[in-house]
């Protein structure tokens, strides 16, 4: 049985329990009972890696399988990922969420391309530079593609550490994370073969998708269940901590589904901010300006020729947001091409929004009505 923690007021000063055999007893076990048949593993590919690193930040594994076969298919090597336009990127990656994600992407396989001649760097400290790549996902790629003995600390990572040594403190305070980078980095296997680090990082990732889970942790089949201080003091659902609770704002936008036949306008959202380089609906921050965008694309622009749809709600990470959609006809008299003011507006038949980057919540808004809009 683990000693018992002595609760630190400086979470950074945290005494832990020693576990010598951990990386070991990590290894053995991830043989045995952790995953090996995921798309991305099996290879030393660094693109394959880091292309999988960067979808799997925030985001489950069933989710991410379907777009990494997507964007390989599409984008087979970095180079090919680096030329393609950014809108062919963000159209890929259309329902995956964090947006920054493939904007970053974009911008990495760039640089991958302009500053390292098309190939990854090998050390850490030169894959933590390249956009979208943090320290955790730097050792990742090293530690798969390069055998490096590196040090991972995602969301998985931290929730394992939390509860096998008894961590104290919300993960995303700076103190708290200090604290669990300096006790990660004292469990990597030292003297380690390349296939028992990679090995060991997979484990971590394994344990805490598989067993290790925020919900219902499956101890019994846990390698570290005798000596876990969540289990041993029956704190599972205490650690890690939790978030400090905050309230979660609300905000509310008016968004224009302006009709022309099968078609709807949409609007290239600026690079920065929510659904950033992505096509959404026309917004306003009410009816009466929503009517007045209306007027200007060339729909009918007094409020009551706007149809209310059903609203609907998307949680963003901080905020709610509230959606009043209203739908509008092209007014006749207007041709469609008077109707477009620059290259940030396009008429885009329904069938063919595959083509355009759509915001998750506004595509499920444009699918439910396609029936009704065709």
């Known amino acids: 049985m683990p000693s018992r923690l002595t609760p630190s007021t400086a979470p950074d000063k945290q005494a832990f329990p020693a576990m ?71 159209a890929l990656w259309a329902g995956l969420g964090y947006y920054t994600r493939a904007r970053n992407l974009h911008r990495c396989a760039q640089a991958v391309l302009e500053q390292h001649g098309g190939a990854f760097p090998a ?16 050792a990742a790629i090293a530690s798969f593609a390069f055998g490096a003995r590196a040090t991972i600390l995602d969301g998985n990572v931290k929730r394992v550490l939390a509860r096998v040594f008894g961590v104290v403190g919300f993960p995303g305070e700076k103190k708290v994370e200090n604290a669990m980078w300096t006790l990660a980095e004292s469990l990597l296997p030292s003297n380690a073969s390349d296939e028992d680090v990679g090995a060991y990082t997979q484990g971590l990732m394994d344990l805490g998708a598989t067993l290790c889970v925020r919900g219902k942790p499956d101890c019994l089949r846990c390698p570290f269940a005798p000596d876990c201080v969540a289990n041993v003091t029956g704190r599972q659902r205490e650690l890690p901590t939790s978030r400090p609770k905050k309230t979660v704002p609300t905000r509310r936008t008016w968004m224009l589904v302006l009709r022309d036949g099968n078609a709807v306008m949409l609007e290239k959202r600026p690079p920065s901010g929510i659904w950033g380089g992505l096509w959404s609906l026309p917004e306003a921050a009410d009816e009466a300006a929503l009517a007045d965008r209306a007027l200007v694309f060339g729909g009918e622009g007094a409020r009551e020729s706007l149809s209310p749809l059903a609203p609907l709600t998307h949680v ?16 006749p008299k207007v041709g ?36 009704s809009l065709i």
Not at 49 to 67: D, H, K, R
Not at 123 to 138: H, K, M, N
């Open 20 to 90: 010598p055999d951990f990386a070991g007893r990590l290894i053995v076990w991830q043989r045995q009972h952790g995953r090996h048949d995921l798309p991305w593993q099996n290879t030393r590919d660094p693109y394959r890696i880091w292309l999988s690193e960067i979808m799997l930040q925030q985001t489950q594994v069933s989710t991410v399988i379907p777009y990494y076969a997507k964007f390989l298919a599409r984008f087979p090597t970095v180079a090919a990922l680096a030329i393609a336009p950014v809108d062919d990127v963000m």
């Open 123 to 138: 050390s850490v400290e030169a894959l933590a530079e390249l956009p979208g790549i943090g320290r955790s996902t730097a």
């Open 316 to 331: 963003f990470t901080h905020f709610k947001l509230d959606i009043e959609p209203r739908l509008a006809e092209l007014d």
């Open 336 to 371: 469609t091409l008077a109707a477009l003011g620059d290259a940030d507006t396009a008429w885009v038949a329904l069938s063919e929004l595959d083509s355009f980057g759509v915001p998750a919540p506004v595509r499920k808004l444009l699918d439910g009505l396609q029936g």
